[in-house]
C-alpha cells in the first residue's frame, strides 16, 4: 500500500502539476485524481444515467467522505461532521 500523505502536501503536488505550463486534459486530471488517492479518498467512477440528485458534492474536511451540498448546513463537512 501506498504512503498516505496528507492534504497540504496533496496540494504541493497538485500544484506542481498544474502550475506554469499548459495543461493536458485527461494526461493532468489522472495525476490530479493519483494526488486525491493518496490522501485516502476514493474517487468513484461515472454514474450510468442520470444523477440521483443535482447538488454540488463536496469532501468532508474530517473524514474525506463525499456528500451532497443540500444534505447538511456546512459545506465543509459531511452530514455525519455538520
Given at each position: 500500500m501506498a504512503r498516505r500523505i496528507t492534504d497540504s502536501e496533496a496540494m504541493r503536488r497538485i500544484h506542481r502539476i498544474l502550475d506554469g505550463r499548459e495543461w493536458s486534459g485527461a494526461d493532468d486530471l489522472e495525476a490530479v485524481a493519483e494526488v486525491v488517492r493518496a490522501t485516502g479518498r476514493?474517487?468513484?467512477?461515472?454514474?450510468?444515467g442520470e444523477d440521483e440528485d443535482d447538488g454540488e458534492r463536496l469532501g468532508c474536511d474530517e473524514c474525506g467522505e463525499s456528500f451532497n451540498v443540500n444534505e447538511s448546513a456546512s459545506e465543509t463537512h459531511c452530514p455525519r461532521h455538520a
Open positions: 476514493e474517487i468513484r467512477p461515472p454514474v450510468d
